[in-house]
């Protein structure tokens, strides 16, 4: 069946068709999800174990290094790295990037957590595996309430929590900075001693009192009447008036008349949110799976403004993170790149096919996309930067498609035949090698899709996309371009079309080179050399910065600090950026507002942040601006006046990356079991990379030492006086700490009644020499100097590990102008001359950039085989020779040339995106020698000798492929104009190595075709 033919002679079906097309495809479009990025699947889980009052080494002997043991089982895992504090294990485990599927991979891990749960110490609490750890909250909102409680505040947000939870979009809802509640009963250590009571016996006394237990039931008649017995505590007067009755007398007392009872919040506070300076919670809001962020925005506006009308003046709804304003505004800027490129390209068929045969072939344009779109939406892609990116990248080559197709049946026409005809004949010539041209094209983009990586998934679109693209263009191209052409070319029949100046001018010197064979290979070989030294003067950067309107501000105090030296230090960074750039009447462009997590790196607001386990000295701040111009000196002065007035602050300035998340972009990983010689190496790279320029915040990731006060129980004194290190132990931690009595009741929140010394809320040391010690079975007590010494000791802040291995990392920040790559290379030569000194034990690996660079790239070379084989394969089944396959797959270096010179020219930088901008000029230029070669087949079958056939075939695929190179290349402008840095270098590499190539496929693919097949004349 010949489809050119059907398409043609059924022209009705085929109108009706090309209408549903366009309805159907913009209905699509408009409706199709929208992202700011494709995202990539989060391969990583938390496993937190809590181990009250361990050191981190206790912690790292008895908890984590069994959940490593357990973790390191799982066929799927990549590595496992632990966080031994005090008190607390964090397991990280991560999963392989080859596994996409992780839910059986989590449910696995629950089963081997739970396994080993039970041979923990006793005392611990967990494993608790959080398997959501990936989960991204685009929508953060601050609420903020001057002269409402904390307690009022959270209500209100537990109320806004539960009406948002309802919006179709939204997938959960968390709030950040909430304060918990607790009734406090803070005794005088004397008084309680005098009385003979320990916190245990108080603890059985209100246990008792406060119940919730059913009195059974009987039946009277024909009914059956259950019986509550009173007893449950139903307000804090109810706990002042306990009756407590002293052991072994009958005085009674009131629990007030002994003790201080207050409701208060846990102090410390574990964390704390600020909005724009003020106290505040934050409500983070996640999209649920396949929900469309524009719409969530929508939502989420018209619940705010209900929210405005129900909630008093003073409580304040705040956008501190909002991704559907981001990702309206990014897509819209790619559409309207897109367009642009349409009418570019569009313009420049008109000019160069002439007002009928350019509107033809640019009907291909908006055909070929919206059917893509169709296909798209079929096959769950939606609308963000990687996709629209891959269109634009696309539409030179889908014109191609239409180019050839029209200017073949142009020259047929021209030659005398009838428009019926010339389209039939052209479409039967042009089927298979438009095809082998498309699929080798989407070929060349196949290692991008097969990557086993984050960034492989992040950018898999470009496959998916641009095959979808090709495949429908080609369809058109076979039926209703033919069809258009039919019915709107009209061309007077002309014997010789080649006789223009410019055709002859490429006769004589595509003569002169076929004559000249040797020293046009010779020439072309070395500039291909020099162009391959010159990749060496390009800056290496794997993804810049994204052009978002935000950055981060990452605050860290020395390990240990307390969280209300963290707000304060906070509270005066937000002062100075209100009074320095802080938009009002008299600044137009600087800071609109921000958020600050206090005590913790709040939600996971993209999915480029990787938040930090909670650490009271730690703050994260978000700042957005109206002008990005305003960025670098907003982060250069809020730097210099944080460090001017903190020294011990560590303060990173950070914008917001493409990709994935990257810590430090220079970071060097020494791992050992002995810890001595760690420490050490670890003190000579700190060294070696401070004397290097370009690095800023050195630093590793183990901290600081912390101070520690070790009571030293003197276990002859205790057994003597007839205590038990438990007894110690628990007198410690409820005088300071508190100790849970009971819980309060209040509607449906219940909230812990903590029994505590009144030491505990007293910052003097020496309180601590007169705490009391009570044997909690009688009650009896005793000072804590009597049977036990205290000494303030330095301990390790936190003990990390790597697959087993204790593992500390030292990074570093780049200055502006250095890239990481450069760094690397600098420090390499070091670390190999330290491998003799450390003698096998430490040993090094490079994180940063470098690791994750290193990854992404060596997950698409490895496949790129796959690519070349199917390309090989492709070529041979089109010609049935491997002479011609070889003369196509040489054509690739080609493109090379140009790619240096375009990158240097412009100024850009070689990265991840420069790599898939080669991958995609290969499928480009393989496609110009596939039509070129083909139409020297066909001059071959006509009968021409063979170098008047190769002559002949290029002066026919001249323009064809010119065209192709000037709507690729004029496309692709508001691309490199209005992409960003991200799309910057790729639009280069193919402009640049596409223009090169043109010239050189024109003029050296001839030449090679010649001297393979030793063509005489």
Request: glycine fraction near 8%; include cysteine.
């Amino acid at each position: 069946m010949n489809v050119t033919r059907l398409a043609i002679e059924n022209n009705r079906t085929s109108i009706m068709i090309l209408l549903v097309i366009l309805v159907v495809g913009i209905s699509t479009f408009l409706s199709m999800p929208r992202a700011y990025d494709p995202g990539f699947v989060m391969r990583t889980a938390q496993v937190i174990t809590y181990f009250p009052g361990a050191s981190p080494e206790r912690v790292e002997q008895l908890v984590s290094s069994k959940l490593e043991d357990v973790v390191k089982e799982m066929p799927e895992l990549d590595f496992v790295k632990t966080e031994s504090r005090t008190g607390i294990s964090i397991t990280l485990v991560n999963i392989r990037e080859s596994y996409k599927n992780m839910r059986p991979i989590w449910d696995k891990l629950r089963r081997k957590i739970d396994d080993v749960a039970g041979d923990m110490p006793e005392g611990v609490r967990g494993p608790f595996v959080n398997d959501e750890f990936g989960d991204v909250f685009g929508v953060v909102l601050s609420l903020s309430g001057e002269g409402f409680s904390y307690a009022e505040i959270n209500d209100i947000a537990e109320n806004v929590q539960d009406e948002l939870q309802r919006l179709p979009d939204v997938a959960k809802v968390e709030i950040y900075g909430a304060q918990e509640e607790r009734i406090y009963v803070e005794y005088d250590n004397a008084r309680l001693a005098e009385l003979g009571l320990s916190p245990n016996q108080l603890e059985q006394l209100l246990s008792a009192r406060n119940i919730v237990i059913s009195g059974g039931s009987f039946v009277l008649g024909d009914e059956r009447i259950s019986l509550e017995p009173s007893g449950n505590f139903e307000s804090i007067s109810d706990i002042e008036n306990t009756v407590i009755r002293l052991p072994n007398s009958s005085r009674i007392f009131y629990l007030k008349d002994i003790a201080h009872i207050y409701r208060d919040y846990v102090d410390p506070p574990g964390s704390l949110v600020h909005s724009s300076g003020k106290r505040a919670l934050a409500l983070a809001i996640s999209m649920r799976e396949g929900g469309n962020n524009i719409a969530l925005g929508e939502q989420v506006d018209e619940a705010m403004q209900r929210m405005d009308r129900i909630y008093p003046w003073g409580v304040d709804f705040e956008r501190v993170s909002f991704s559907p304003a981001e990702v309206e505004k990014k897509v819209n800027d790619f559409v309207s790149n897109l367009l642009q490129a349409i009418a570019v390209v569009t313009v420049v068929m008109l000019i160069s096919l002439g007002l009928r045969t350019g509107l033809v072939v640019a009907a291909l344009i908006p055909l070929a996309m919206l059917t893509a779109f169709i296909v798209m939406s079929g096959l769950d892609i939606g609308l963000d930067q990687i996709s629209l990116a891959a269109l634009i990248i696309a539409l030179g080559m889908l014109v191609d498609n239409g180019i050839v197709m029209s200017e073949s049946i142009m020259v047929q026409m021209q030659q005398g035949k009838s428009s019926l005809e010339a389209a039939i004949d052209s479409a039967g010539e042009l089927r298979i090698p438009l095809l082998t041209a498309s699929l080798t094209t989407a070929a060349a983009f196949l290692p991008i899709y097969l990557a086993e990586s984050s960034v492989g998934e992040f950018t898999a679109s470009l496959f998916k996309v641009v095959t979808i693209t090709l495949l429908c263009s080609w369809i058109i191209s076979l039926t209703l371009i033919p069809m258009l052409c039919v019915y709107f070319l009209k061309v007077a029949p002309r014997k010789d079309s080649f006789d223009s100046r410019f055709y002859r001018g490429y006769r004589r010197l595509l003569d002169w080179m076929l004559n000249n064979r040797a020293l046009t290979l010779g020439v072309t070989a070395a500039i291909f050399v020099l162009s391959m030294n010159a990749f060496g003067y390009l800056p290496k950067v794997f993804f810049p910065p994204s052009d978002r309107a935000y950055f981060k501000v990452e605050m860290e105090l020395p390990t240990g600090t307390s969280i209300a030296k963290t707000t304060r230090v906070v509270s005066d960074v937000e002062s100075f950026l209100s009074a320095n750039w802080k938009v009002d009447e008299q600044r137009s462009e600087g800071v609109t507002n921000w958020v600050s997590y206090i005590g913790n790196a709040g939600p996971r607001f993209i999915l480029a942040h990787n938040p930090k386990p909670s650490n009271s000295g730690y703050a994260l701040m978000v700042i957005n601006v109206n002008a990005l111009s305003q960025i670098e000196s907003i982060m250069a002065s809020l730097k210099a006046y944080a460090l001017d007035r903190h020294p011990d602050l560590d303060v990173k300035t950070r914008l917001i990356e493409n990709g994935p998340a990257i810590d430090n972009p220079v970071e060097v990983r020494l791992s050992g079991k002995d810890s001595v010689s760690l420490f050490a190496a670890m003190s000579d790279l700190k060294q070696q990379m401070a004397g290097m320029a370009g690095l800023t915040n050195i630093k590793d990731d183990w901290g600081q030492r912390i101070k520690k006060l070790n009571i030293q129980i003197n276990q002859a004194r205790a057994l003597s006086a007839g205590v038990t290190s438990q007894d110690i132990a628990v007198s410690l931690q409820t005088s300071l700490d508190g100790m849970q009595l009971t819980e309060y009741r209040e509607g449906e929140d219940v909230i812990p009644v903590l029994l505590r010394s009144g030491v505990a809320t007293q910052q003097d040391i020496t309180k601590l020499e007169g705490l009391s010690v009570y044997i909690q079975s009688s009650g009896q007590s005793l000072p804590l100097t009597q049977v036990a010494d205290i000494n303030v000791v330095w301990d390790l802040s936190k003990v990390i590990r790597r697959d087993g291995l204790r593992t500390i990392s030292i990074g570093a920040q780049l200055q502006p102008g250095v890239t990481a790559a450069e760094k690397f290379a600098e420090l390499k030569p070091w670390l190999q001359q330290q491998e003799s000194v450390w003698d096998n034990s430490v040993s090094y690996e490079f994180g940063g950039e470098q690791e994750t660079s290193g990854k992404s790239n060596a997950s698409i070379v490895e496949k790129l085989p796959i690519a070349g084989f199917i390309i090989l394969i492709l070529l041979v089944a089109q010609f049935n020779s491997m002479r011609k396959a070889l003369i196509i797959l040489i054509t690739i270096p080609l493109g090379l040339i140009g790619v240096a010179l375009g990158l240097l020219v412009a100024n850009s930088f070689f990265g991840f995106m420069t790599f898939l901008g080669i991958i995609s000029l290969a499928g480009i230029v393989i496609n110009n020698a596939i039509v070129l070669l083909e139409r020297i087949n066909i001059e071959l079958e006509a009968g021409l000798p063979h170098p008047e056939a190769i002559i002949s075939a290029a002066q026919q695929r001249a323009r064809p492929i010119l065209l192709t190179t000037a709507t690729t290349v004029l496309g692709l402008i508001p691309l490199y104009l209005g992409g960003g840095e991200m799309w910057e270098p790729m639009a280069v590499a193919i402009m640049g190595g596409l223009l090169v190539s043109t010239f050189l496929t024109l003029g050296v693919v001839p030449v090679m075709y010649a001297a393979l097949y030793r063509v005489k004349g």
